[in-house]
């Protein structure tokens, strides 16, 4: 349990079903929106004390027989030139450690739906999404604890955009899972 919640989510269809108690942003899509809006919601607190940024939604499976809920503890930016970035002498910090599970979230600007893509993301990480890392870092920039909470909603293939007709089980699901866990 935490003291206290900030819940962000990309989309209303993601956070249907977020208890009506707790305070939540919608940023929406990408890490843009989402790294704005974090940022915007954290800066209009007072006090930031035993606040934790629960960013929850779906999320695409890298790997075959991925199902359910994970909590993420590491997040990687897989569509930054990080190595190009680290030759010019700066540290792009493309990989953050968010917790304690071994599961390994992508965050990327790209909505994968190439088996191809998802195949070359599946060497470094289990899911794929839009926000996380965006969510991840703008809370460590404000000093505050962060949790990832993904549920898959497909295979980051084909079915991947299909995402409309599915996101109502994830949603479920992450309403549940802040009903007990927050």
């Known amino acids: 349990m935490t003291d206290r919640v900030l819940v962000v989510s990309a989309t209303a269809a993601e956070a249907a079903h977020v208890p009506a108690d707790l305070p939540l942003v919608i940023t929406g899509l990408g890490k843009t929106a989402a790294a704005a809006a974090t940022a915007r919601a954290l800066a209009s607190y007072d006090d930031l004390a035993g606040l934790t940024v629960v960013n929850i939604g779906t999320a695409g499976a890298l790997r075959p027989g991925l199902t359910g809920l994970f909590e993420p503890g590491t997040v990687l930016n897989h ?51 839009m926000e996380g890392y965006a969510v991840a870092w703008a ?44």
Not at 85 to 113: K, N, W
Not at 171 to 176: F, V
């Open 79 to 129: 569509d930054i030139s990080a190595d190009l970035i680290r030759a010019l002498g700066y540290d792009p910090q493309e990989r953050l450690e968010v917790g304690g599970s071994d599961v390994v979230l992508a965050t990327g600007d790209v909505f994968v739906s190439d088996p191809a893509v998802r195949d070359a993301l599946a060497e470094r990480a289990h899911l794929v999404d």
């Open 139 to 182: 809370a460590r920039e404000a000093g505050v604890p962060v949790r990832l909470v993904k549920h898959v909603s497909d295979s980051a293939d084909e079915s991947a955009l299909d995402w409309a007709s599915m996101v109502e089980v994830s949603a479920l699901a992450l309403g549940e899972w802040l009903r007990t866990q927050v």
